[in-house]
């Protein structure tokens, strides 16, 4: 629908190590950031059958 999505990724590590956050970003200079805006405007749009 949006098409690919390429993203960078970052594992932050608390200090013993117990705990990871996930940081997913839009590499700088593309239009990946704007694609998931597209997402919450298209995912609200409701369709009908027509008989």
């Given amino acids: ?5 390429d993203l960078d990724c970052q ?3 608390a200090p013993e190590g117990e705990q ?3 940081l997913h970003t839009p590499p700088p200079g593309t239009d990946t950031g704007e694609r ?3 997402l919450r405007v298209v995912g609200t ?3 009908t059958a027509t008989p």
């Fill in 11 to 13: 594992v932050l590590l």
């Fill in 1 to 5: 629908m949006i098409g690919a999505v």
């Fill in 45 to 47: 749009e409701q369709f």
């Fill in 36 to 38: 998931p805006a597209l």
């Fill in 20 to 22: 990871r956050l996930v």
